[in-house]
């Protein structure tokens, strides 16, 4: 009678996460266009019915990464590798150190700065070891491909007919951008989601060797150098090229006449990310990065509109899916205690990394960048949004090793996560739109034409 009672409480509980979940998924299909002119983002919602679902009566038990190490880490793992597919798929333009300056500049400047200042804060202020603020530093680096959708570039355009190119400059040959899908901003936002995602590994195997091997460079520098970053780089890169070729010549070549014949294409889509990030892995590389350029890869090999916009729209739908499951965990997980080893120092390193360390790095990082206006460039250096990332490179490197105050880790991340997620879904569509007001009245002026197609360029 206990057992039989037992089994269902476990199935009154499964059923009733199900009925959770499932009103996610439904506000994510009926709700989410409502928010496109609102102050207001569908991962907030997502985080709340998360957090009202585990903290009402209802017999569930809140999930728990910290007790269920592994199964965090390989459920943000796909949420991550899906989202770097589907916004390679998103951009048009080819790396290029000119088009992609404003990129390089993001990620060889701010990203290391922010590291810096975040590990100092939290070696200095929260007290953590030096490995262990490295690797709070390197989790809360990268910033977010889903839930930057606001600010970020929109669905693939189709190729001038004829050749397949881009839009080009007349008589330049670079690329150029269609103002109304990719100006520099989104695509700046964009591709650097894209990227920092994919490099914040070698800072993750940074922190563990630091870990294993002490703080000091002596014992570990070389073979970081060597293995961590150009090894596993130069790999990611080139499979990331080589698989994303191979798979332009399958995937591109599916008829897309019907709708059942896009679904499949769709589904390539998810069998390309998957061969992509496994075979990267097993050669020892950066599988994320992998994805990321296999995706441009396929983006610039593709023959119509029509077989992108399926490969895209089934990506996309797949980082929406999982990005509801993954913030109605993290809402549970705070309504069962994850916070409760936040102390003040590390609340504050959450805000510092929000409102000054972020934009600060991010200005300087773009000091003297004429590809962007000066309130672009203030855009660009705030919005660096906090997500599914950062969860997974500080549960991949709590599950590498054993780092000291792992509580206090995981409270520090979320918090951040948490107020990135409010504080910048609430900002987002109204400064995109003033922005976009300015640029319009920019355009409108009859000196302003010429500037804005060389800073297009």
């Known amino acids: 009678m206990i057992e039989l009672s037992e089994t269902f409480k476990l199935l009154e509980a499964y059923d009733i996460s199900l009925v959770v979940i499932g009103l996610g998924i439904l506000g994510l299909a009926v709700l989410l266009h409502r928010f496109e002119r609102l102050p207001f983002s569908f991962p907030i919602l997502s985080l709340a019915l998360g957090y009202a ?34 916004v390679g798929l998103k951009i048009d333009r080819s790396p290029n150190l000119r088009t992609w300056s404003t990129t390089w500049r993001m990620l060889g400047i701010c990203m290391p700065l922010t590291i810096v200042c975040v590990a100092l804060w939290g070696w200095w202020m929260v007290g953590l070891a030096p490995a262990a603020a490295v690797m709070l530093a390197v989790a809360l680096a990268p910033t977010d491909p889903v839930l930057a959708s606001d600010v970020q570039v929109g669905e693939p355009e189709a190729e001038v007919p004829g050749d397949g190119s881009s839009v080009t400059d007349e008589g330049t040959g670079e690329d150029e951008m269609p103002a109304e899908r990719e100006d520099e901003l989104r695509f700046t936002l964009t591709s650097e989601a ?188 705030f919005f660096g949004i906090r997500g599914i990332g950062c969860l997974f490179y500080l549960a991949y490197g709590l599950h590498k090793g054993e780092f000291p105050m792992e509580d206090e880790l995981w409270a520090a991340c979320v918090f951040t996560i948490v107020l990135s997620v409010v504080v910048h879904g609430v900002l987002a569509s109204p400064v995109m739109r003033f922005r976009d007001r300015r640029m319009k009245q920019h355009d409108s002026e009859p000196d302003s034409a010429e500037p804005m197609k060389i800073r297009m360029s």
């Open 53 to 86: 679902a585990f903290a009402l009566p209802l017999g569930l038990t809140p999930p728990d990464p910290r007790m269920h190490g592994l199964l965090a880490v390989h459920l943000t793992e796909i949420g991550v590798i899906i989202s770097l597919m589907g």
């Open 194 to 381: 894209g990227l920092n995602d994919s490099l914040a590994f070698p800072f993750t195997y940074l922190a563990l060797l630091m870990l294993t091997e002490g703080p000091s460079p002596a014992d570990w520098f070389v073979q970081w150098l060597l293995i961590d970053v150009f090894y596993r780089v130069i790999v990611g890169v080139a499979a990331g090229v080589a698989i994303g070729w191979a798979l332009s010549h399958v995937l591109l070549e599916l008829p897309v006449q019907t709708e059942r014949e896009k679904m499949k294409a769709g589904v390539g889509a998810l069998a390309g990310t998957l061969l992509l990030y496994g075979v990267t892995e097993c050669l020892a590389g950066y599988g994320f990065l992998a994805v990321f350029v296999g995706a441009l890869t396929l983006r610039h090999k593709e023959n119509t509109q029509q077989e992108h916009k399926s490969l895209h729209t089934f990506a996309d739908q797949a980082e929406q899916l999982l990005m509801t499951v993954i913030l109605i965990a993290v809402g549970g997980a705070i309504a069962g205690g994850l916070l409760a080893s936040l102390t003040w120092e590390a609340a504050l390193l959450g805000v510092l990394l929000i409102f000054i360390i972020r934009p600060g790095a991010g200005l300087l990082g773009l000091i003297g960048e004429q590809r962007l206006t000066a309130l672009d460039r203030c855009i660009a250096s």
